[in-house]
Each structure stands twice: as structure tokens, then as C-alpha cells.
């Protein structure tokens, strides 16, 4: 799932490079203030934080040696880098929307488990293996940019980089579940095909009621793939 990016013009001054497991507590506390604050499955259901559980899967990820980052030279005369963007990614096959449901049958109905019921469901309809003839993909989990410096182009920045690493590992396909109206719109303009579309007010629960409530304009999760 992934959070709202909006981005117009060429980042200046911006490295990306894969994320080390040494990045762990920054990356971490990164995703806290930039990502999880306005992550529509996040706070579009109580409680509007994140799980312990959300957090432990997403930096699992950076074992994988797929996650990126994108660093900025701050001002200032010692030059110091911080983080203004990071890509959360990972293998994944088609045996992953059983591993999700099993991964709901054991987290039962706290909050990671209806997020994961209903990133399962999505990736079985999705069924990107059958859609595309290919036996696995990259499927990208978050994409996060500094609140202060969005507009920059990062988001594609890190998105490209991440379509030519994949190339790199051998993969033949790049998912993405955009739960994000802005993080959708950036996947249109980066010509990925739109191949899932599951709208926030018709996902219910057994009661009718819709399970997650974002505020406006993220009205829907988009899942995009594309070839590598």
C-alpha cells in the first residue's frame, strides 16, 4: 500500500540508493512522520494509527534488497544528507494471496488483519500471474516522500530506479496497490497499467459497513503493473 506522492518537477541534489539493514531506525522513524500520519488504510479506520504488526511486515522488506532511498544534501557548510524519500518493496509469487489469507486466518479482526484481508483479495483478483504469463514480480509496498519537499519528482525518481533494479534481479514485473488518490494519479503519468480498482465505500463488513473511511480524495485503491 502506499501513501500520497505528488510530484511535477526534476528533484535536484537527490541520490537514491538501496536501503541497508544499517538504515533501520531511520527509515523507520521516516515512514512514521512521513508516510503512516496520512496513509489512507492507516487513518481510515480505527485506530487511526498504525499496527505494530503494519510496521514490523513493511521493515521486514529491506532483507529483501529491493527498498530504495532517496537522500537530499541539506544546507548548511557540513553538508549533511537526510532521507526525502523511500520505496518499501519486495518478491512476491503466486502462492501470495493464500500466504495473505493465512495471514488473516491468524491475526484474526485487529487492525493489520482487515488491512491484509483486504490487500489478499486484491491480489487475488489482481492475478497479475495469469494476466501477464509470469511466475513472480516485484510488488512495491510503500512509496514515501518528505512532506516539505513534495512536487520534486521523487516519488518517480525512486518508482524508475525501482523498475530498473527489478530488470537488474531478473524480474518481470513491478506491482503496486496505490491506496493513495496522489500515489495513483503518479502511476497513470508513468504510464503503468491501472489492471485492479476496488472503491473504500463498496469494501464492507459483515455489518454493510464500509471498512475503511479515508478523508477525500482517496476514494479507492489502484493496483498498477507494468513490465520490465
Not at 164 to 175: E, I, K, V
Amino acid at each position: 500500500m502506499t501513501g500520497g506522492t505528488s510530484q511535477t518537477n526534476q528533484a535536484e541534489n537527490v541520490q537514491i540508493r538501496r536501503i541497508e539493514l544499517s538504515d533501520h531506525d531511520e527509515v523507520l522513524q521516516f515512514l512514521r512522520k512521513h508516510y503512516y500520519l496520512e496513509e489512507p488504510l492507516t487513518i481510515g479506520s480505527e485506530p487511526k494509527e498504525q499496527d505494530p504488526e503494519d510496521e514490523k511486515f513493511n521493515m521486514s522488506q529491506l532483507a529483501n534488497g529491493t527498498c530504495l532511498m532517496a537522500v537530499i544534501e541539506s544546507g548548511g557548510g557540513d553538508k549533511r544528507k537526510r532521507i526525502a524519500g523511500v520505496l518499501i518493496s519486495g518478491p512476491k509469487d503466486s502462492s501470495e494471496a493464500a500466504h495473505l489469507f493465512e495471514e488473516v486466518a491468524r491475526l484474526g479482526s485487529n487492525k493489520w488483519g482487515r488491512t491484509l484481508k483486504l490487500l489478499a483479495c486484491i491480489e487475488r483478483d489482481s492475478n497479475v500471474y495469469e494476466r501477464y504469463n509470469v511466475a513472480k514480480a516485484l510488488h512495491v509496498h510503500i512509496v514515501a516522500v518528505d512532506s516539505a519537499i513534495r512536487g520534486r519528482a521523487i516519488g518517480a525518481r525512486l518508482i524508475e530506479e525501482e523498475k530498473n533494479l527489478g530488470r537488474q534481479l531478473g524480474y518481470p514485473l513491478l506491482t503496486i496497490d496505490c491506496t493513495s488518490y496522489y500515489s495513483a494519479k503518479l502511476c497513470d503519468r508513468l504510464s503503468m497499467d491501472c489492471i485492479n480498482v476496488v472503491k473504500y465505500e463498496s469494501y464492507l463488513d459483515q455489518q454493510g459497513k464500509p471498512v475503511f473511511t479515508p478523508p477525500s480524495p482517496h476514494d479507492c485503491v489502484k493496483t498498477f503493473a507494468t513490465r520490465l
